[in-house]
Nanobody
Framework: QVQLVESGGGLVQAGGSLRLSCAAS????????MGWFRQVPGKEREFVAA????????NYADSVKGRFTISRDNAKNTVYLQMNSLKPEDTAVYYC???????????WGQGTQVTVSS
């Protein structure tokens, strides 16, 4: 089992930047694909970005392409989400997730709130 703890959320003006971090427990972090999702009250959780365990590929939701960058530091057991050119519609609770077996998102963090003011 892997435990995930997100940090870095906050309040920012439109056009600003934030960097989210997700620290994972366990010694085999480098074996797992990692992802970021977000959720607004009353809506389903949506995919934001994911990065492969080997750090060789990443993919993004169309709504964040060119603005957000996912990265990982396997030595620190941490995955990051750099968010630039933030928009009010990016306001959500952001969750980190781990894909343990290459099939589903198995474990989730507690979430961190991101609020973008106009």
């Amino acid at each position: 089992q892997v435990q995930l703890v997100e940090s870095g959320g906050g309040l920012v003006q439109a056009g600003g930047s934030l960097r989210l971090s997700c620290a994972a427990s366990g010694r085999t972090f480098s074996s797992y694909n990692m992802g970021w999702f977000r959720q607004v009250p009353g809506k389903e959780r949506e995919f934001v970005a994911a990065i492969s365990r080997s750090d060789t590929s990443a993919n993004y939701a169309d709504s964040v392409k060119g603005r957000f960058t996912i990265s990982r530091d396997n030595a620190k057991n941490t995955v990051y989400l750099q968010m630039n050119s933030l928009k009010p519609e990016d306001t959500a609770v952001y969750y980190c997730a781990v894909d343990l077996y290459g099939t589903n998102w198995d474990e989730w963090g507690q979430g961190t709130q991101v609020t973008v003011s106009s």
